[in-house]
């Protein structure tokens, strides 16, 4: 069964920095989307992304994070410049049309 | 404020018993419903979506929806131990194409 893979699994880096965290959506999915998951909070929505361009976005979504589909099968999240309340699960997640299929998520911890 | 509400939990059920869990949603004018279910740890995992009023059944899983309640429910038939896990209301909220807006999930144990 198609499935969602993201990478890395763990990602630590210091506040600061810039980190990007990688996805390769559901082959035949048009639409993919970012969330994120604080530590014993609700899953929130970061942006939805269509035909290459970005189709909605959360007041989360500020300057400091660009969303980008490289190639055609990679949907990444950059965040430039990373604060320590950024530290969260990162989920990709893409859909044929409205059923949204969540990856295993990238654990962002900055220190 | 646009929301979803869940009741927190953690709801624990005999194995075998029915689970029901319950979201209610502000926005009336919502039509696309789901719910996910979350492992510690992993990410969420799409149980069942439902669009219309009634009720919508996939092997041990009936999604109920009512609308003029704004009210959507999940039932678990013949509970297993490893059904055991945080379950997630997720609405697509009125002037959103397709943003999943969640509740914060009601954790379920099932006793063996």
């Known amino acids: 069964e198609p499935e969602v893979t993201q990478t890395p699994s763990h990602q630590v880096t210091q506040m600061g920095q810039e980190v990007i965290l990688r996805c390769v959506p559901i082959s035949n999915h048009l639409y993919f989307y970012w969330y994120r998951q604080i530590l014993g909070q609700k899953v929130e929505f970061l942006v939805s992304?269509?035909?290459?361009?970005?189709?909605?976005k959360s007041e989360i979504f500020d300057d400091q994070f660009s969303v980008e589909r490289p190639d055609g099968s990679n949907f990444t999240l950059k965040i430039r410049s990373t604060k320590l309340e950024d530290s969260a699960m990162y989920f990709c997640?893409?859909?044929?049309?409205?059923?949204?299929?969540f990856g295993p998520g990238t654990r962002l911890t900055v220190t | 404020q646009k929301e979803v509400e869940q009741n927190s939990g953690p709801l624990s059920v005999p194995e075998g018993a029915i689970a029901s869990l319950n979201c209610t949603y502000s926005?009336?004018?919502?039509?696309?419903f789901f719910w996910y279910r979350q492992y510690s740890g992993k990410s969420p995992e799409l149980i069942m979506s439902?669009?219309?009023?009634g009720d919508k059944e996939d092997g041990r899983f009936t999604a109920q929806l009512n609308k003029a309640s704004q009210y959507v429910s999940l039932l678990i038939r013949d509970s297993q131990p490893s059904d055991s896990a945080t379950y997630l209301c997720?609405?697509?909220?009125?002037?959103?194409?397709?943003?999943?807006?969640f509740g914060s999930g009601t954790q379920l144990t099932v006793l063996p």
């Open positions: 997640a893409s859909s044929e049309a409205i059923e949204q299929y």
């Open positions: 997720a609405v697509i909220l009125s002037g959103s194409a397709r943003q999943l807006t």
């Open positions: 439902i669009y219309s009023n």
């Open positions: 926005d009336r004018v919502s039509q696309s």
């Open positions: 992304f269509y035909n290459n361009e970005i189709s909605e």
